[in-house]
């Protein structure tokens, strides 16, 4: 975006509001005259790799929080639940190159 687009968006704010902030959010970049201008002003520009990563800053928190997940003392791996012939237990999630398994009722 150029300066022009940042100095029309600055105009019509300036109009509007008193003491808050405006953001100018696009897809595209922003030039270094459109940054500089806005860089004194109430006005935050996002362009497409800031506006990316606050998109996954929000999903992040937007996630249930996981369950405590148990280690395998083995190899570090997560222990996840299986159903097996002889009941529930836990198993190394990097089996088969860890095959550590320990019963349900045995993991806190």
């Known amino acids: 975006m150029t300066v022009g687009d940042v100095r029309n968006f600055y105009g019509a704010l300036a109009d509007h ?55 395998c003392p083995r190899c570090g791996g997560n222990l996840v639940q299986r159903n097996g012939k002889f009941g529930p237990f836990y198993g190394c999630s990097n089996y088969p190159k860890c095959n550590y398994t320990i019963k349900q009722d045995k993991i806190s």
């Open 17 to 71: 509001l008193t003491n808050g902030k405006g953001y100018f959010i696009t897809t595209n970049k922003f030039t270094l005259e459109a940054e500089k201008f806005a860089d004194d002003k109430p006005i935050e520009l996002i362009d497409g790799y800031k506006l990316v990563r606050y998109i996954k800053m929000a999903k992040k928190d937007k996630e249930e929080p996981k369950e405590d997940l148990k280690i």
